[in-house]
T-cell receptor, first 110, second 114 residues
């Protein structure tokens, strides 16, 4: 499986944008970039995914580098509820599975 | 609301006493997954079903078994729990195989082994 590298933890102030980086230098052409997050004491939840182009949804934006070797999850205005572990995951188009890495623990400061 | 339900949320068992965790879904999804998540670690896939087709991960211990009697229900059986099996067990579903199909997770069952 292709690997991703994320910072162990990050801090941000409430109501400010947050940029969560992910490196995936060995990404293949058929790997989708997925982001999930896990709030305390809950199961993971889907955030966003993309293949080549930047993506926006109601939760976040995903910015994908032109060479696809890195991506950034953008939370436009962090709230305390966004404090969670954020997982950047590569999934091949034919892959049923999610293989979670260590993720980034995001702390939001009031 | 359509969802993934796990019961119970907390389960206590004794060392070596078989235990079954259950998962049900109202999403009518074809794929169901079981993950194990130990404290401060990422979820680790144990196995998954595509419909009735069972797919075991290579490093899942034989102590862990699963049953999927119908589309809605999936069970995780731990035949002889050890202290190292204490963890959160997460069930997830997906409508179809492959990426980018989203996985929907239940709230998990926290298993304690005494």
């Amino acid at each position: 499986d292709a690997k991703t590298t994320q910072p162990n933890s990050m801090e941000s102030n409430e109501e400010e944008p947050v940029h969560l980086p992910c490196n995936h230098s060995t990404i293949s052409g058929t790997d989708y970039i997925h982001w999930y997050r896990q709030l305390p004491s809950q199961g993971p939840e889907y955030v966003i995914h993309g293949l080549t182009s930047n993506v926006n949804n109601r939760m976040a934006s995903l910015a994908i580098a032109e060479d696809r070797k890195s991506s950034t999850l953008i939370l436009h205005r962090a709230t305390l509820r966004d404090a969670a572990v954020y997982y950047c995951i590569l999934r091949d188009v034919g892959d049923d599975k999610i293989i979670f890495g260590k993720g980034t623990r995001l702390h939001i400061l009031p | 609301d359509a969802m993934v339900i796990q019961n119970p949320r907390y389960q206590v068992t004794q060392f070596g006493k078989p235990v079954t965790l259950s998962c049900s879904q109202t999403l009518n999804h074809n794929v169901m997954y079981w993950y194990q998540q130990k404290s401060s670690q990422a979820p680790k896939l144990l196995f998954h079903y595509y419909d009735k087709d069972f797919n075991n991960e290579a490093d899942t211990p034989d102590n862990f078994q699963s049953r999927r009697p119908n589309t809605s229900f999936c069970f995780l059986d731990i035949r002889s729990p050890g202290l190292g099996d204490a963890a959160m067990y997460l069930c997830a579903t997906s409508a179809r195989r492959g990426s980018p199909n989203e996985q929907f997770f239940g709230p998990g069952t926290r298993l304690t082994v005494l």
